[in-house]
C-alpha cells in the first residue's frame, strides 16, 4: 500500500497528539474502567453508561484524531474522521433509540474472548509497541483507533442481545484498513488488530446459534 506520508510523519502525529491531550489518556482508562466494571456490576443504567461510553471514544477518535491530527498528512482522515463520528451515533441509536443493546460479562468462551481483548487492548498493546520502540509520546496510546477498536470489540462481545449489523459494520472495516496502513508503517503492534478482529469474527459465527447476528441501521 503506498501512503501519503512516512513511518516517521505517522508516530510524529501520535507525538503531536499526545502532548496536547495530556492528561486525557488517564481519562480514558478510567472510563474503560467504568463500562468494564458496568458489565460486571449490573445496575439500572449499566447498558446507558457502557454505550455512551463508547460512543464518546469512537467522536473522540474521528474529530480530534482523525480530522484534527491525521488529516494533517493524510486527507483521507477526514473520510476516516466522518465515520468514527457516525460509529458513535450509531452507538448512541441502537442505546437510546432502538434499544438493542444490553451488556453482561459471561464466564462462557465469548465471554473470555472479549475479556482478553479488553485486557489486551489496554495493558499488553502498549506494552508490544514499547517492545517495537514506540515510546510515550511517539506511541498509539489507548485511546486512539486501533487499541480501542481491540477494545470496543471485546466490549461487543459481552453482549447478550442481538448484535446489530449496523453496529459492527465500521469497527470490521477499520480492523483491516488499520491493519494494512500501520504495518506497513512498521506498527508491528498493529498485527493484533487483524487477530482480534478474526477473533471476533470467528464468534460471531459461533454464537450465532445462541445470539443471531441480524438487523441493520
Known amino acids: 500500500m503506498k501512503l501519503p506520508f512516512s513511518p516517521e510523519q505517522f508516530l510524529k502525529v501520535f507525538e503531536l497528539y499526545n502532548e496536547a491531550i495530556w492528561p486525557i489518556q488517564v481519562l480514558f482508562y478510567l472510563l474503560a474502567m467504568m463500562a468494564v466494571f458496568a458489565a460486571f456490576r449490573r445496575f439500572d443504567f449499566s447498558d446507558k453508561v457502557i454505550s455512551s461510553i463508547l460512543a464518546f471514544f469512537w467522536i473522540w477518535m474521528g474529530a480530534v484524531y482523525h480530522i484534527i491530527f491525521f488529516s494533517a498528512i ?104 488499520g491493519f494494512s496502513a500501520a504495518f506497513s508503517l512498521g506498527i508491528k503492534e498493529d498485527i493484533s488488530l487483524l487477530v482480534s478482529g478474526i477473533l471476533f469474527i470467528i464468534v460471531l459465527v459461533v454464537r450465532k446459534k445462541y445470539f443471531i447476528v441480524a438487523g441493520s441501521l
Open 74 to 177: 493524510n486527507k483521507a482522515a477526514l473520510l476516516f474522521g466522518a465515520a468514527f463520528i457516525l460509529q458513535g451515533l450509531i452507538f448512541f441509536y441502537y442505546t437510546f433509540v432502538n434499544k438493542k443493546l444490553s451488556y453482561r460479562y459471561s464466564s462462557r468462551s465469548w465471554g473470555i474472548v472479549g475479556s482478553g481483548l479488553i485486557i489486551f487492548s489496554l495493558l499488553i498493546y502498549p506494552v508490544l509497541g514499547y517492545l517495537q520502540g514506540h515510546i510515550y509520546p511517539a506511541s498509539p496510546t489507548f485511546g486512539l483507533p486501533c487499541p480501542t477498536t481491540i477494545f470496543t470489540l471485546g466490549v461487543l462481545l459481552w453482549t447478550n442481545k442481538k448484535i446489530p449489523i449496523g453496529l459492527i459494520l465500521i469497527p470490521t472495516i477499520w480492523v483491516f484498513i
